[in-house]
């Protein structure tokens, strides 16, 4: 289902994912309009050639008017939004979104939004350690997966609208999971890999460290610059699926820890061989 | 110091590190000859022109006539080596070695030596996922570090010449170190990240996970394709720091997990705005 040339698009919130969406879509030929909330981001865009148009006023005709809506706010400030303007969205319009945890606003989004509004939620897994729509890219988008999470209030159409986008944004694999899956899924191979990270940061002091790092140090690290509050309010809408996935981390930790210290050769050999083995599946994508 | 052109220089065992070696020195103009278990080896570096000549044999005139020998063993083989072969070496001769832990082989290895040998460690803090010779490459010493760790047996002489040959390998930095802090440093900055990546692997059993990774997950496993061989010997090797290492960052990570499971926003960020400061220094290097 292809998104016709011209659709009335309208990106609420011109961040790094914002502003990357908006460039990708002013790339394929879209017009696109945004609403934020720093007159500067707007400035920016227009000046890049972006957006044709962006304010920083609730303005009912602007948002009345448009056709597929995207959000790219915090979860918390897009459920504000949403309870104080879903009202001025018309009929017939497509709501989607970038948020990194489905269940605890998937189903509050739906549940506020006025009869003939689809909200059908998307995930577009990239990002970069820097913020702000002037560190915007559609590049983050290649060799990307983009999850579409649907539950059952949503119409097969809007399912492969938001697919569709997708693809014009540029992801190389589109994919579709139940809020609850995606949920799990990202507790595990995101949230609990900047937990770690950030745990690794945390548990040494010795400042001359720098001086020795090698790449896999690195490689752990490089997500420990980390946005405080986009996280910790990330972390805490999956707070029980993320307790979850860091306990079970722990345990195999442990598991290491202690054939170690037992001096267990061939149970850590053991590990280490599963490991390989599963990693080398990852090689193969 | 310069290490003269016509140094009659041995190696060791022509796997993975040998190899990228022989490489780096025969660049340099140096005439590299090798000891080495598997006579296939020895045809490839023949033919890739690494080396001018190789053996698997233990032949008394050429380790007797070498005046700078780098050994490039698992480390049990590289102590067995020396007590077996070690009287074969002549005075004068500088011994040399990669391996990735010290304070369990340095004192060994200079103990069991011929009066008038001297043995200067090293660790070339570079490696990859994939072993033997044929992988051999000396791209992977530029931007990386290389450790001297020597102890009061050492005269400056050797710890010099030491350090040169890292330059002639074309190692973005030289330092140096004990063989103590160098073993407290690896544990945390490689021992305790491959453990990481090997826990992740093995903590998670759902085969699909591969078609929804992002970067940040692929960056934590990188190195969860480990030598499980290599790897657990120099884990028990270094047992107690790397033992420590795990406790410490267990403890941050279940300090993580106990804001979250708490709803303790602040403390979160608390962490998250340390690990990004801390993380930030390693950019500037």
Same mark, same amino acid.
């Given at each position: 289902?292809?998104?016709?040339?011209?659709?009335?698009?309208?990106?609420?919130?011109?961040?790094?994912? &914002? &502003?990357?969406?908006?460039?990708? +879509?002013?790339?394929?030929?879209?017009?696109?309009?945004?609403?934020?909330?720093?007159?500067?981001?707007?400035?920016?865009?227009?000046?890049?050639?972006?957006?044709?148009? %962006?304010?920083?006023?609730?303005?009912?005709?602007?948002?009345?008017?448009?056709?597929?809506?995207?959000?790219?706010?915090?979860?918390?400030?897009?459920?504000?939004?949403? *309870?104080?303007?879903?009202?001025?969205?018309?009929?017939?319009?497509?709501?989607?979104?970038?948020?990194?945890?489905?269940?605890? /606003?998937?189903?509050? /989004?739906?549940?506020?939004?006025?009869? %003939? @509004?689809?909200?059908?939620?998307?995930?577009?897994?990239?990002?970069?350690? @820097?913020? %702000?729509?002037?560190?915007?890219?559609?590049?983050?988008?290649?060799?990307?997966?983009?999850?579409?999470?649907?539950?059952?209030?949503?119409?097969?159409?809007?399912?492969?609208?938001?697919?569709?986008? &997708?693809?014009?944004? %540029?992801?190389?694999?589109? !994919?579709? +999971? $139940?809020?609850?899956?995606?949920?799990?899924?990202?507790?595990? @191979?995101?949230?609990? $890999?900047?937990?770690?990270? /950030?745990?690794?940061?945390?548990?040494? $002091?010795?400042?001359?460290?720098?001086?020795?790092?090698?790449? !896999?140090? *690195?490689?752990?690290?490089?997500?420990?610059?980390?946005?405080?509050?986009?996280?910790?309010?990330?972390?805490?809408?999956?707070?029980?699926?993320?307790?979850?996935?860091?306990?079970?981390?722990?345990?195999?930790?442990?598991?290491? *820890?202690?054939?170690?210290?037992?001096?267990?050769?061939?149970?850590?050999?053991?590990?280490?061989?599963?490991? $390989?083995?599963?990693?080398?599946?990852?090689?193969?994508?």
């Amino acid at each position: 289902m292809m998104i016709p040339k011209d659709k009335k698009i309208l990106i609420v919130g011109l961040g790094l994912m &914002g &502003g990357s969406y908006a460039r990708a +879509l002013t790339k394929a030929g879209y017009e696109v309009k945004c609403v934020t909330k720093d007159q500067s981001s707007i400035d920016y865009a227009l000046k890049e050639g972006m957006i044709s148009y %962006g304010t920083t006023e609730t303005d009912p005709v602007l948002i009345g008017g448009s056709e597929l809506v995207i959000f790219a706010l915090y979860p918390h400030i897009f459920l504000e939004w949403i *309870r104080e303007n879903g009202h001025l969205l018309s009929p017939g319009t497509l709501v989607t979104d970038v948020t990194g945890v489905k269940s605890a /606003v998937v189903d509050e /989004v739906q549940a506020m939004l006025p009869e %003939g @509004v689809e909200f059908i939620a998307a995930h577009p897994m990239a990002g970069r350690e @820097v913020y %702000g729509v002037e560190n915007s890219t559609d590049a983050i988008f290649r060799g990307a997966n983009y999850i579409v999470t649907p539950t059952e209030k949503n119409t097969p159409e809007a399912i492969e609208t938001c697919k569709e986008l &997708g693809r014009v944004l %540029g992801f190389s694999r589109i !994919s579709e +999971l $139940t809020p609850d899956k995606h949920d799990e899924m990202i507790a595990f @191979v995101s949230q609990l $890999t900047h937990c770690i990270a /950030v745990a690794l940061m945390t548990s040494n $002091t010795e400042p001359h460290l720098v001086d020795y790092t090698g790449d !896999s140090f *690195r490689d752990l690290t490089r997500i420990a610059r980390i946005n405080e509050d986009m996280w910790s309010e990330l972390f805490l809408l999956n707070r029980k699926k993320l307790v979850a996935e860091i306990d079970a981390f722990t345990g195999e930790l442990h598991r290491m *820890r202690t054939y170690l210290a037992d001096g267990n050769t061939e149970k850590m050999k053991e590990m280490m061989r599963i490991s $390989t083995e599963r990693r080398a599946l990852f090689d193969k994508k």
